[in-house]
């Protein structure tokens, strides 16, 4: 996902001129948040690393270039940004679908060192992790709602404890609250339809190409 958010802008320079080729992304779980992480929670003896760092890390070491001249202008003092998801996915130009769980289980293990249901026997704790993981859902689909709205630029944001669904099976029958209707797999096909590439889901509904889920509560999507 973060790879494909990346480079996606630079996929027709890597083509002959002469091929005629639409570029479309399936960007699947690339939102990397820099949310930091309570004090409560951290530990002093394991220092965390952090997934900002670690990109940073990488920033360093691969010195790639792929980093959009709008967003190192936007960054020029912390470039490193450039390929994290939160900064780097409003510069992103060709059109996408961006699947993005609100409780992405990937970053949440990376960054409280828990899965949904195993929280700290430790009261304070276990309220922090929860109140993180509610933050963190808030904080996506803040990200996420306002980068919708133009052709192309379809958006999913399940509420579910989930990464990397399309390489699941639940990329087909996973739905929101927008609809109860519209799976990821959909949610590709009207995007690529609203740029004139699929004519036969050209007359679905396709709710500005936003889907995501409104509820309350931790993990609360049909997942």
């Known amino acids: 996902g973060r790879g494909a958010m990346v480079h996606l802008d630079y996929v027709h320079s890597f ?23 309570p004090t409560v929670l951290r530990d002093p003896e394991r220092p965390y690393f952090g997934l900002w760092n670690q990109t940073q890390a990488v920033m360093n070491v691969a010195q790639p270039k792929h980093l ?21 996915i409003p510069f992103v130009k060709t059109p996408y679908l961006l699947v993005a769980s609100q409780y992405d289980s990937f970053q949440l293990w990376s960054n409280l060192q828990v899965w949904l249901g195993w929280w700290s026997h430790d009261p304070l704790k276990k309220q922090a992790q929860q109140q993180y993981a509610l933050s963190f859902a808030k904080r996506t689909l803040s990200v996420v709602k306002p980068l919708g709205g133009s052709p192309g630029f379809a958006m999913y944001s399940q509420a579910c404890w989930d990464h990397s669904i399309s390489l699941d099976r639940m990329f087909n029958f996973l739905v929101t609250s927008t609809d109860h209707r519209t799976s990821m797999l959909n949610a590709l096909e009207y995007g690529l339809a609203s740029l004139g590439w699929l004519p ?22 049909q997942c």
């Open 200 to 221: 036969e889901a050209a007359n679905a509904t396709t709710a500005g190409l936003l889907w995501y889920d409104n509820c309350t509560g931790i993990a609360c999507g």
């Open 15 to 37: 083509l002959p001129t002469s091929t005629p080729v639409n570029v479309y992304g399936l960007l699947d779980s690339p939102l990397w948040l820099d949310l930091p992480i």
């Open 68 to 88: 959009d001249s709008a967003c190192v202008s936007a960054h020029s003092t912390e470039q490193w940004r450039c390929l994290f998801g939160e900064y780097r």
